[in-house]
């Protein structure tokens, strides 16, 4: 089962960046590297990051840029070919994975609803019109959910009725220049997650904090 992962959020193109968050994860050798979604629109470099991300073997699912895009609404011109868009399309877009601290759902948004906005300073009614967050809080399933969309790097936890196990959410952030990039490395059975920045001189630690406690970078 899953431990340790290595979590990529908004990709949008930024090959650069991506190179130095594969080449990290190839030092530190984590049991997956997962990402969520949009790899497309942005950046200098989608057709690359399409071809290191399948050439890596990381486990990615589909955001709302590669959903536009093969339904023909694409917000940027595609350069890839063929088999671009056929690995795109081979991606879900949610995943079940199995981890050593319970079932975790790899997702875009928040579920199957990849234009679901979650972010760390909602209260109030955006949590209580949040209805993609209660159709998962209350099904029970998931321990664990992996989402991105907002570019805003967070873990949060949701508690639900009774004696349950929370929600904890981790979002990854952004490799996108303009939003603060970088991403997270969490190891679900020591309970532990890292932040790193990264830019053009290469990938920073920012700090290592307990999942159980509410954070960002």
Do not use: K
């Not at 130095?20 to 990051?49: E, F, K, N, S, T």
């Amino acid at each position: 089962m899953l431990a340790r992962l290595v979590l990529i959020g908004d990709i949008h193109g930024e090959r650069a960046h991506l190179e130095r968050v594969l080449a990290h994860a190839a030092a530190v050798r984590p049991d997956g590297v997962l990402a969520v979604g949009d790899l497309v629109d942005g950046g200098d470099d989608v057709v690359g990051c399409i071809e290191r991300l399948a050439a890596a073997g990381v486990v990615a699912v589909r955001g709302n840029h590669e959903r536009w895009l093969l339904d023909g609404h694409p917000l940027e011109p595609f350069a890839g070919g063929e088999a671009e868009l056929a690995w795109l399309r081979g991606l879900p877009a949610t995943r079940r994975l199995e981890t050593v601290a319970g079932p975790l759902l790899l997702c875009h948004g928040v579920g199957a609803h990849d234009m679901q906005q979650l972010g760390p300073d909602d209260r109030g009614y955006a949590l209580e019109s949040n209805f993609a967050l209660a159709e998962l809080l209350g099904a029970g399933v998931y321990r664990w959910m992996v989402g991105g969309h907002t570019h805003r790097p967070m873990i949060r936890s949701f508690a639900r009725p009774g004696a349950a196990p929370a929600l904890t959410v981790l979002n990854p952030g952004t490799l996108c220049r303009r939003d603060r990039p970088g991403f997270l490395e969490v190891d679900l059975g020591a309970g532990t997650g890292t932040w790193y920045g990264v830019d053009d001189a290469g990938v920073t630690r920012l700090g290592q904090v307990a999942l159980a406690v509410d954070s960002a970078p």
